[in-house]
């Protein structure tokens, strides 16, 4: 199957900094990623779209100042959580979606795990 | 408003027997599913998925069965395997949206 990573894979940090992750995909290029969030017991919540070389689609109740997405080549995607604050806390997991294949689906990166302080 | 149920949190079955996990939907728009098995602090892992014009698909021990007229799939395992203890996450989209909408998750626990 198709290989997404993710870094950091665990990141720990202060009240008010920003902290960047990064999601590629090694062995496919993906024109669409998406981010999800997941809390303890939860589903994973889709955040926001994000298409190689254009702005990223944000669901309903997402701050798109907050949760910066950049979608610069068609294997790589950053997520940068801006001024991050303990309830920003969570496992944050992105996807890709493999293109000219017959069966569409989403491939999933490890995750990352968020604790801010 | 959800719109993919799994009301099934956890699930245990014996080694060697069907492990069958539900999942039912809302929205009539879903026309493509999909089965994720995930371990803790990792992403999911796609399993199998079925486009709401055939009503099984199977590949080796798994196999997904949908029922338009219920709003019902379920993914059937045979035989389970301790190693297929993990949280099973059942996911819908609406064509070529390809936005995943996912349900709460049902943990399996495969017993020696």
């Known amino acids: 199957g198709a290989v997404v990573s993710q870094h950091p894979s665990r990141v720990i940090c202060k009240s008010g900094t920003s902290v960047k992750i990064e999601c590629r995909s090694l062995?496919?290029?993906?024109?669409?990623m998406f981010w999800y969030r997941q809390f303890p017991k939860k589903s994973l919540m889709l955040m926001a779209t994000?298409?190689?070389?254009?702005?990223?689609?944000?669901e309903q109740g997402v701050e798109k100042d907050k949760f910066l997405i950049n979608h610069a080549s068609l294997t790589l995607s950053t997520l940068t959580v801006t001024s991050a604050h303990p309830e920003d806390s969570s496992f944050y997991i992105c996807?890709?979606?493999?293109?000219?294949?017959?069966?569409?689906?989403?491939?999933f990166g490890p995750g990352t795990r968020l604790l801010v302080l | 408003d959800q719109q993919v149920k799994q009301n099934s949190p956890s699930l245990s079955v014996q080694e060697g027997r069907i492990s069958i996990l539900n999942c039912d939907y809302t929205?009539?728009?879903?026309?493509?599913f999909l089965w994720y098995k995930k371990y803790p602090a990792e992403g999911p892992t796609f399993l199998i998925s079925?486009?709401?014009?055939?009503d099984k698909n199977e590949d080796g021990r798994f196999t997904v069965f949908l029922n338009k007229s219920a709003k019902h799939l379920s993914l059937h395992i045979v035989p389970s395997q301790p190693g297929d203890s993990a949280v099973y996450f059942c996911?819908?989209?609406?064509?070529?949206?390809?936005?995943?909408?996912f349900g709460k998750g049902t943990l399996l626990t495969v017993n020696p």
């Open positions: 996807s890709a979606r493999t293109t000219g294949r017959i069966q569409e689906t989403q491939y």
């Open positions: 062995d496919f290029q993906a024109t669409t």
């Open positions: 994000s298409n190689e070389g254009s702005k990223a689609t944000y």
């Open positions: 929205n009539s728009m879903f026309d493509y």
């Open positions: 079925i486009s709401s014009i055939k």
């Open positions: 996911a819908a989209s609406v064509g070529s949206n390809y936005k995943l909408t």
